[in-house]
């Protein structure tokens, strides 16, 4: 079994930014499959994972890159596979719902870590709405995800 080695860099980004092309699904040099799609809650995809990668998250609004209060690059994991109908495609663990679900359906399943190989089912479960904190800030919108995995080498339950 083949793990994906997903770690933040230590080294300096100074001038990268710039390699960024802003409307494109490169980062970095990395070519990135075009993103599940999830229009309707209820909506379930299978994705067999190739590779995962960190990067670097961008604002959906202006499509700036986004920092911690710190200055620290925001990253966001971006697992890669082929779709049910063997199409690549790239699901992005955006925020706490997705990550919690991501790190439950490993935790379930007796896995440690994304490995190449993996069978993982995402489902976008509900519309969660986050209030603005301060006076007059809008509210943000989530999605809720449940996920489940069949780490590489195991066969899936029949069902």
Known sequence: MIYLEVEMSEETTVGRD???IPGLETVLGLQLPAGLKFEVIGETHTLVITDAQPVRDRDFK??????????????????????????????????RYAAEAR????MAAGVRGVARG????ITRVQDIEIPG?????????ANGWEMSVVPAGVEPAAG
Do not use: C, H
């Open 18 to 20: 710039e390699l960024v």
């Open 62 to 95: 202006t499509n700036d890159l986004l920092s911690w209060p710190s200055g620290d690059p925001k990253m966001v994991l971006v697992l890669i596979g082929d779709q049910e109908d063997g199409e690549p495609a790239s699901f992005w663990v955006r925020g």
């Open 103 to 106: 790190k439950k359906a490993y």
């Open 118 to 121: 993996d069978v993982l089912t």
């Open 133 to 141: 904190t301060k006076k007059g800030e809008e509210s943000v919108f």
